[in-house]
């Protein structure tokens, strides 16, 4: 089984950075696309940013754009989400998913809490 394990979350000030990563097991991951995604206490679950395997396209949630980067390392089966200039509406748990629709596969990690707080 496919197991996701986030990590680098934490309290942080407004305006301070952070930088989630989000280990792989398997081999599934270099062919997989790749998300980051935050639920907000109260909120449903939303999308702050996606990388498209194949393509090397990335998408962004409007709130995420200029701030938060998504990036991977294959070769670590990792995925990142550097976020900068953070804002307390940043503050959710963020899980990472890995999937693979054409083989109906979709893996999400337990999340990890982001408190922007001062």
């Known amino acids: 089984q496919v197991q996701l394990v986030e990590s680098g979350g934490g309290l942080v000030q407004p305006g301070g950075s952070l930088r989630l990563s989000c280990a792989a097991s398997?081999?599934?991951?270099?062919?997989?696309?790749k998300g980051w995604y935050r639920q907000a206490p109260g909120k449903e679950r939303e999308l702050v940013a996606v990388i498209i395997s194949g393509g090397g396209f990335t998408n962004y949630a409007d709130s995420a754009k200029g701030r938060f980067t998504i990036s991977t390392d294959n070769a670590k089966n990792t995925v990142y989400l550097q976020m900068n200039g953070l804002k307390p509406e940043d503050t959710a748990v963020y899980y990472c998913?890995?999937?693979?629709?054409?083989?109906?596969?979709?893996?999400w990690g337990k999340g990890t809490l982001v408190t922007v707080s001062s």
């Open positions: 998913r890995v999937w693979y629709g054409t083989y109906g596969m979709d893996y």
């Open positions: 398997g081999s599934i991951f270099s062919i997989s696309n």
